[in-house]
Nanobody
């Protein structure tokens, strides 16, 4: 069992920055591909970005490409989401998730699919004011 705990959310102004962290329990974090998703009020949860187990490859949704950066520190069991040039439409609850079952999810391009992830954090609220 893996537990994921997000932190770093809060209120930011448009054009500002926030960095989210996701701390994972257990000793197998370094084997997991990780993803970030978000859910805005009244909308379905959507893919934000993902990073392979080694950190060697990252993937982003078009809406955040060039503004958000995902990184990880396997020694600290932590994955990060650096968010720059924030927009009011980035307001959402942000979730990190771990793909623990498959080594091919990302290689086969399925990193944006929620059902590919086995463990989820409780989410952290990000609010961007205009």
């Amino acid at each position: 069992q893996v537990q994921l705990v997000e932190s770093g959310g809060g209120l930011a102004q448009a054009g500002g920055s926030l960095r989210l962290s996701c701390l994972a329990s257990g000793s197998t974090f370094s084997r997991y591909n990780m993803g970030w998703f978000r859910q805005a009020p009244g909308k379905e949860r959507e893919f934000v970005g993902g990073i392979t187990w080694s950190g060697g490859a990252t993937y982003y949704a078009d809406a955040v490409k060039g503004r958000f950066t995902i990184s990880r520190d396997n020694a600290k069991n932590t994955v990060y989401l650096e968010m720059n040039s924030l927009k009011p439409e980035d307001t959402a609850v942000y979730y990190c998730a771990a793909d623990a079952r498959s080594s091919s999810t990302f290689a086969e391009g399925r990193y944006y699919l929620e059902y590919e992830y086995d463990y989820w954090g409780q989410g952290t609220q990000v609010t961007v004011s205009s």
